[in-house]
């Protein structure tokens, strides 16, 4: 059984940065590891997903601003996110997969079958 519990939303100014943390009991590395958010009105969506000990895919509006990373020891995974802007304001969820798959399942049909209780991230102009 895994749980996950996150941490590390919060407001930021434009341009700031903020590291996102999923503390999860029971994950390797063969899993597949993923943030997703969802911003007001909007349905969930991928923003990264680390498949295995190999792949990492971003969305387009993630890449060279999120970098998404994993410390199996500390039973943790990260999303440092930089750059922020007011549209990266959002509910972000971590998600961890027991059976990894391409990453196009990610981004088509959602995460594994467990999710952290989300965090609010809030970017201000």
């Known amino acids: 059984q895994v749980q996950l519990v996150e941490s590390g939303g919060g407001f930021v100014q434009a341009g700031g940065s903020l590291k996102l943390s999923c503390s999860a009991s029971g994950i390797v590395m063969s899993n597949a590891m993923g943030w997703y958010c969802q911003a007001p009105g909007k349905q969930r969506g991928l923003v990264a997903v680390?498949?295995?000990?190999?792949?990492?895919y971003y969305e387009d509006f993630a890449k060279g601003r999120f970098t998404i990373s994993v410390d199996v020891a500390k039973n943790t995974f990260y999303l440092q996110m930089t750059n922020l802007q007011p549209e990266d304001t959002a509910v972000y969820y971590c998600?961890?997969?027991?059976?990894?798959?391409?990453?196009?399942?990610?981004?088509?049909?959602?995460?594994?079958?467990?999710w952290g209780q989300g965090t609010q991230v809030t970017v201000s102009s």
């Open positions: 998600n961890v997969d027991m059976y990894p798959r391409p990453s196009d399942y990610y981004r088509n049909y959602g995460g594994g079958d467990y």
């Open positions: 680390k498949i295995g000990g190999g792949e990492t």
